[in-house]
Every structure is written in structure tokens, then in C-alpha cells.
């Protein structure tokens, strides 16, 4: 059974940095893509970033370019999302996410990142 478990949301000041952690497990992910996506209240789930799991290959979504940094440790099947100057557009439910060519099956349950001013 595939697990996606998400970990590192919290409370964090504008200006802050996080970093968002998802430990996979439950497949072999060498030839998958794994992602983070968003969901603030009353939006909808938005893409983030996508890591492939193999190559390391990353893209980005236009928002969070030169901000967030996606990366992964193959050895740990972990992976991250590193959230540098973090404002208020950013709070949300981040999701972590494993597809193939852009379609995602499998979803963690979300961890809430919260800004204060």
C-alpha cells in the first residue's frame, strides 16, 4: 500500500522559512514524479512543485520560483519542500503527491503552513 506522510507545517512568521517533509513508501518510485501541491481556503489545489524521483529533475510553478526549493533524498525515499520568505499568500494545506506524466494517484493527508504577520 502506498503511503504519502507529510510532516514540518506550522506557525511560521512573514519572512520565515520552512521546510515540508513527505516520507513515501509502498512502492518503488524510481520511475514515478512526486510533487507538492496547495489548497488555501476557498481556493482551489494548486501545483507547487514536481521532483522525478530518478533523474531529480524539478519544475516549479511561476509563484514560488526562486522561493520554494523541492528536492529529495532517494536513499530515504523522502521528500522535501524547502519555503524561503514565506508571506501572507502562502498559508495552506500542502499535499504531497506521486503520479506519472503529470496524473498523481496517490495523495498524503496535507500539513497546515500558517504566516503571521
Known amino acids: 500500500q502506498v503511503q504519502l506522510v507529510e510532516s514540518g507545517g506550522g506557525l511560521v512568521q512573514a519572512g520565515g522559512s520552512l521546510r515540508l517533509s513527505c516520507a513515501a513508501s509502498g512502492r518503488s518510485f524510481s520511475r514515478y514524479v512526486m510533487g507538492w501541491f496547495r489548497q488555501a481556503p476557498g481556493k482551489e489545489r494548486e501545483f507547487v512543485a514536481a521532483i522525478n524521483w530518478s533523474g531529480g529533475s524539478t519544475s516549479y510553478a511561476d509563484s514560488v520560483k526562486g522561493r520554494f526549493t523541492i528536492s529529495r533524498v532517494y536513499a530515504k525515499s523522502t521528500l522535501y519542500l524547502h519555503m524561503n520568505s514565506l508571506n501572507l499568500v502562502h498559508p495552506a494545506v500542502y499535499y504531497c503527491?506521486?503520479?506519472?506524466?503529470?496524473?498523481?494517484?496517490?495523495w498524503g493527508q496535507g500539513t497546515q503552513v500558517t504566516v503571521s504577520s
Open positions: 503527491a506521486s503520479g506519472i506524466a503529470g496524473s498523481y494517484d496517490c
